[in-house]
């Protein structure tokens, strides 16, 4: 199994308040990813990073931010969390971008009331 | 608009036959298509991969076949066994362009039911 590790797992929160997401991964992979999945589409893609400092947004981008200070950590940050976030949310990494299977962390499920 | 589609969101087998999971597309671009399996509570995990420039790629019970000309992909488990209930992920990217193309897109999912 790819070293991927996603804390906390389970967080209730309320509407308004910020909320911070961390993937940390122990295979100095370059690429993480941070996923969301809600029932009836699948998993769509939040955020990426391509090496440290450097991101980009996804398909889904709106409301959330992300940070990479280290090759091993990658934030992901609900500024001011809504009922629209609740959510399971996934880190994926991968060595290279492209023809390369991506590994998925155990999850998060963020519940905001 | 969805470029990957799973078209059937569940489907029940029994045990020891065959499990055909379908997936459509509608980007051209796409190149390289990737299957994932999801059992509860758990993250996604890696199954099989195939590149555009093969029409057939088997591992063990599994096996993906890509038809390039109908945008359309499947996945066959043969047999198929109750372990492998779960929801399938069909997955796409734009492998050799690199950048934010090289990026996976999901299909929604396919609920895979194995009954003794």
């Known amino acids: 199994d790819a070293g991927i590790t996603q804390s906390p797992r389970h967080k209730v929160t309320e509407t308004g308040t910020p909320v911070t997401l961390r993937c940390h991964q122990t295979?100095?992979?370059?690429?993480m990813y941070w996923y969301r999945q809600d029932p009836g589409h699948g998993l769509r893609l939040i955020h990426y990073?391509?090496?440290?400092?450097?991101?980009d947004k996804g398909e889904v981008s709106d409301g959330y931010s992300v940070s990479r200070s280290k090759t091993e950590d990658f934030l992901l940050t609900l500024e001011s969390a809504t009922s629209s976030q609740t959510s399971v949310y996934f880190c994926?990494?991968?060595?290279?971008?492209?023809?390369?299977?991506?590994?998925f962390g155990p999850g998060t499920r963020l519940t905001v009331t | 608009d969805q470029q990957v589609k799973q078209n059937s969101p569940s489907l029940s087998v029994q045990e020891g036959r065959i499990s055909i999971l379908n997936c459509d597309y509608t980007?051209?671009?796409?190149?390289?298509f990737l299957w994932y399996k999801k059992y509860p509570a758990e993250g996604p995990t890696f199954l099989i991969s195939?590149?555009?420039?093969?029409d057939k790629n088997e591992d063990g019970r599994f096996t993906v076949f890509l038809n390039k000309s109908a945008k359309h992909l499947s996945l066959h488990i043969v047999p198929s066994q109750p372990g492998d209930s779960a929801v399938y992920f069909c997955?796409?990217?734009?492998?050799?362009?690199?950048?934010?193309?090289?990026?996976?897109?999901f299909g929604k999912g396919t609920k895979l039911s194995v009954k003794p």
């Open positions: 295979e100095n992979h370059r690429y």
């Open positions: 195939i590149s555009s420039i093969k």
């Open positions: 980007n051209s671009m796409f190149d390289y």
């Open positions: 994926a990494i991968s060595r290279l971008a492209g023809a390369y299977e991506q590994y």
């Open positions: 997955a796409a990217s734009q492998a050799n362009y690199g950048g934010s193309q090289g990026n996976l897109i």
């Open positions: 990073s391509y090496g440290v400092k450097d991101t």
